[in-house]
Each structure stands twice: as structure tokens, then as C-alpha cells.
């Protein structure tokens, strides 16, 4: 039987899988054929929202996106009590062709889908279908492109500043990216990208995102208008993409956008903890991935930091919890298990929705707090941005956190307040990749002592591509020494 790479599928991706049980007032039809989904406004409506399923999946930020970074970083641990077999081989670094992240497959079926939607617009106007109405579904559609391929090519491949600084001396596998897929091809075997080129792909799709999308669309029908895009969502994923890039003054200018819009406020330190239970985002969130109690899996990140069941083997390190000072609320979020076992704490920020014990919880992918960082960052390495400064930005986040002020603004303080603030969200490990930062970790239960400390640059930051892949695309090159 003839095999085709994920990327290339069309069948359900193409249809608009169903989507999260409580995400939609009404879930799309999936008994059509691919023809007769895309050829009108309201099929091509159903595939587009059909696009947002995977991103909830334990596989992406419902679970392993987040909590690999965080294992591998050094602010997760594991301890022998609470030990179901998960995420050793991700804290220890020991991937495989054969034992990889399963993104590939998920990213590249929500590529294929957002590929469909965008390439079946044309024509599709009619009295009661607007070019703007088919302009919102293709900037939804370019963001998700987006965003997939971002979330690929910071997994799969050394850091753009890295690749970018180093050109001259690399090899073709180390300044290799991820393919850019802009049609779906089922007999398609295209090569992997550079790295530069997929990032600048990516700019490319978010900035003609911000401009097809109508400025004051929210997308009907959905109980979570934080798990869809939006104009501000576009915004904040063009700043993290500039941040990523070094590229400061664009980085700055677009959190400004953010910032300056009056839809989103941090959460005051008496919100903080309440925020992260709530059915839908609440003022600090910009976007996210909705998920509840029927679409949740054994793996998710409410099950793995849940510490009083079967699992909970993602704990808080010592390390992440010694940053935080009295007073302030984020190191409030950490719970111990029914045992009350001594220097044990699990992230309360997938305690759950009040559902079920343990629960399910939306994963926040953009909030307001990243826009803050990711300017204060940038400011420091050059950019400027009328009527703000690196410290005002940071201390904005210690006020409303219940923190002590800062005095003095660097890059360590910049780095002490994004790990601090975004932990448990999947940030840290990439923040060290991009910075150039080694991991250095103390000594814990399943942590392989030649695993413990890793440095950059080394060839383990860019996870190797599954094995499956290869065999069915010879066109692609596998990452060194894998």
C-alpha cells in the first residue's frame, strides 16, 4: 500500500475535524467529501474551524509542547513516588529517530487543512458571502500555518540567531529547517527549508494575516473566543517571531500593539490564581487552545502535574521555585501532594476547570505578560519605543504580581522574570536555545548524570525527525548524529 508523509494528508484535515466537545455551539459535518466540503463559504468555514482540534492534543499544547520544555529546561523534575515512566526520556534528552516528538505529524495535518481552506477561497463570494467574510478565513488559516510551522522549526531545528550568526561554518543538516507547505500535495516529497527561510516564511504568512483579517472579527459560534484567531493574536505571534529573530524594534512595535490595546489588562495578584481555572481566557489571555473535560487525555498537562493520582511525574525543581520572593503570587502557585511530601510542588495552573479531579485546562499559547517580557527584552538590545523602558515594563509585571520592584533592568533580570512568569507554559527551554544558554541541572531521581548539565551549542537542541518520515520522503536529511 502506498504510504504518504503526514504532511501531505488531506482526508480529515482537509474535511475540518470535529472540534472540542463545549469549544463549539454546534460541531461541522464530516460525512461530505473533501470536493463538497470546500466548495462553499460554510464548508470552507467548517474545515477552517476544523483546523483548531489538534492544537488541545496532549501531542501539542494540551500537553507535550509544554511540559518537554519544561522537563528539559530544568524546572521540572521527577521523584520516584510520583514515577508512571513519563518524561524520563524527555528530561534526559533521549531522543531517537524512533522516539521523537509526535508534532510532525500534527503540525503538518493542520498545514494541510489550512493549505485547503486557503487554496479553495477563490470564487466563493455570493450574495450573501463578503470578500472580507473569505479574507477572515484565510488570515485565520495563515496564522495557524503559521504558528505550525514556528512550533516545528523551534523543535526540529537550532535557533534561528544561531544558524544566522554561524552560517559559514554549518552544515546543510544543521542550518536545515522544516518544509515550508504552502499547497498540499498528496504526491509531494519536498525538502526541508532552511531555517532563515522558514522563519521569514512565517513572518511573510502572519503579516499578510494582519492585513486580510477584518479588525474587529471574532469568529461565531465558539464558546472560547480566545481559542480562535484574531487580530491581537496575529499581533502577539509577530512579536514572538521578531523576539526569536533578534529582529528588537519589530519585536517591540508589535507587544506595543498589544499592550496598547484596551481589550486585554495583566491580572492584579488577587486575580492570578483564579484566572487560570476559568472555562474561557480571561483578560490577560490573547490566545489559546480550548479543552474540556471530554476531549482530555492521560498525558495532558492537568494528569501530569495532578500529584495525588496515578501519574503527576512533572514536578516543580527546587531551582524554578527559589526565584520567587514573599508576596509574590506566582510562587503561590504550586501545591503539594495529599502526603504533604517535603520539597514536592506541582503548578496549579492545570488544577482544572472544577470539572472532574483531575480536570482539564485550556493551554494558554499568547497572553499579555509574554507582550511585556518581549518588549522589555527587546528594548534592552536596542529598540525603542516612546513613553516606556526595559524596567518600567518589568516592574508592570512585579506590581500586578504582588513581587518586590526591581531596581535595575538587564538581560539577567529579563531572564529571571520570563522564567519566573511564563513556567509551566512551555517557554523555557526555547528562551535558553535562542539566548545560547546551556542547561545545568542539579541531581534528580531519573536524571542521567551525563544528561544532567547540557551545553550550547550542541546538537541534542534540534530534536531529530521521525524515523517514518524519512522512509517515506528521501528527499529529507536527518539532523546530525542522530
Not at 88 to 116: E, F, G, K, P
Amino acid at each position: 500500500m502506498k504510504r504518504f508523509v503526514s504532511y501531505i494528508l488531506i482526508g480529515v484535515a482537509a474535511l475540518g475535524l470535529t472540534a472540542c466537545k463545549g469549544f463549539l455551539d454546534k460541531a461541522p459535518v464530516l460525512s461530505q467529501s473533501t470536493e463538497l466540503t470546500l466548495s462553499d463559504y460554510t464548508g470552507l468555514n467548517k474545515a477552517t474551524l476544523g483546523a483548531y482540534y489538534y492544537l488541545a492534543d496532549d501531542i501539542w499544547y494540551g500537553g507535550e509542547r509544554i511540559l518537554e520544555s519544561e522537563m528539559r529546561s530544568g524546572n521540572g523534575i521527577k521523584h520516584p513516588d510520583h514515577n508512571s515512566n513519563r518524561y524520563t526520556t524527555q528530561m534526559n534528552w533521549n531522543y531517537t529517530a524512533d522516539a521523537t516528538s509526535d508534532l510532525w505529524r500534527y503540525a503538518y495535518t493542520v498545514i494541510s487543512c489550512c493549505n485547503n481552506v486557503i487554496d479553495n477561497l477563490e470564487g466563493k463570494e455570493s450574495a450573501d458571502v463578503t470578500a472580507q467574510d473569505l479574507n477572515n478565513l484565510k488570515a485565520e488559516c495563515l496564522f495557524l500555518r503559521a504558528l505550525a510551522h514556528f512550533d516545528l522549526v523551534t523543535l526540529y531545528a537550532l535557533p534561528y540567531n544561531y544558524v544566522k550568526a554561524n552560517q559559514a561554518s554549518l552544515s546543510a543538516a544543521q542550518k536545515a529547517g522544516v518544509p515550508y507547505v504552502y499547497h498540499t500535495d498528496p504526491d509531494g516529497r519536498p525538502e526541508r527549508d532552511d531555517v532563515l527561510t522558514v522563519y521569514q516564511n512565517v513572518v511573510k504568512d502572519l503579516k499578510e494575516a494582519e492585513t486580510a483579517i477584518d479588525p474587529a472579527y471574532v469568529r461565531a459560534g465558539v464558546t472560547d473566543k480566545k481559542a480562535v484567531v484574531s487580530l491581537p493574536a496575529i499581533q502577539a505571534l509577530l512579536s514572538r517571531v521578531y523576539l526569536y529573530m533578534g529582529e528588537w524594534q519589530n519585536a517591540a512595535d508589535y507587544a506595543t500593539k498589544v499592550i496598547n490595546n484596551k481589550d486585554f489588562k495583566l491580572y492584579s495578584a488577587s486575580e492570578y490564581a483564579e484566572a487560570w481555572t476559568g472555562n474561557v481566557g480571561g483578560s490577560e489571555v490573547i490566545f489559546e487552545a480550548y479543552k474540556d473535560i471530554n476531549t482530555r487525555s492521560n498525558l495532558d498537562c492537568s494528569y501530569m502535574t495532578y500529584p495525588d493520582g496515578a501519574y503527576g511525574d512533572c514536578i516543580a525543581s527546587p531551582a524554578l521555585l527559589a526565584l520567587y520572593g514573599d508576596g509574590d503570587v506566582r510562587g503561590e502557585m504550586y501545591r503539594q501532594d495529599k502526603d504533604e511530601t517535603a520539597g514536592l510542588f506541582w503548578t496549579l495552573k492545570y488544577e482544572g476547570k472544577g470539572l472532574a479531579t483531575p480536570d482539564a485546562n485550556n493551554a494558554v499559547v499568547l497572553r499579555l505578560s509574554e507582550m511585556y517580557l518581549n518588549r522589555a527584552e527587546a528594548l534592552l538590545n536596542g529598540a525603542s519605543v516612546s513613553g516606556t523602558d526595559a524596567l518600567s515594563d518589568l516592574n508592570t509585571i512585579t506590581s500586578h504580581r504582588g513581587a518586590s520592584a526591581l531596581t535595575a533592568a538587564g538581560m539577567e533580570a529579563v531572564r529571571t522574570e520570563r522564567r519566573k512568569e511564563l513556567a509551566w507554559e512551555g517557554h523555557y527551554f526555547f528562551d535558553l536555545a535562542r539566548w545560547g544558554l546551556p542547561v545545568n541541572r542539579a541531581a534528580c531521581f531519573g536524571l542521567q548524570e551525563k544528561n544532567q548539565n547540557v551545553p550550547f551549542p550542541d546538537y541534542r537542541w534540534a530534536l531529530p525527525l521521525p524515523k517514518t518520515e524519512l522512509e517515506v520522503n528521501e528527499n529529507l536529511i536527518q539532523n546530525e548524529n542522530y
